[in-house]
Nanobody
């Protein structure tokens, strides 16, 4: 079973920083793309940042210049460096990955989410 586990969320003051991490585990043979999404109650889950296996990166306009997405080494890890945090960044942040596994081929998987709260 493919599993994504996020960590690094917490409570920070406006202007502060957090670094989110995501680890993918399971019987996998490849990861095509990974991304971070966020969701607040009553709203849809929106893209924050995404990165392909080839290194192409896409950021939401609201986080450009403040957040940085990267993949680690080993390549089953994903990071989101969040700087200059604002109260409107408060949300549950979810890791997403397009993972190829021995049982099902490529499919999108979600982590359980990690809460980020930015106080003013």
């Amino acid at each position: 079973q493919v599993q994504l586990v996020e960590s690094g969320g917490g409570l920070v003051e406006a202007g502060g920083s957090l670094r989110l991490s995501c680890r993918v585990s399971g019987n996998i043979f490849g990861i095509r793309a990974m991304g971070w999404y966020r969701q607040t109650p009553g709203q849809q889950r929106d893209l924050v940042a995404a990165i392909t296996s080839g290194g192409s990166i896409n950021y939401a306009d609201s986080v450009k210049g403040r957040f940085t997405i990267s993949r680690g080494n080993p390549r089953n890890t994903l990071y989101l460096q969040m700087d200059s945090l604002k109260p409107e960044d408060t949300a549950v942040y979810y890791c997403n990955a397009e993972v190829g596994s021995s049982g099902t081929g490529y499919s999108a998987y979600w982590g359980q989410g990690t809460q980020v709260t930015v106080s003013s």
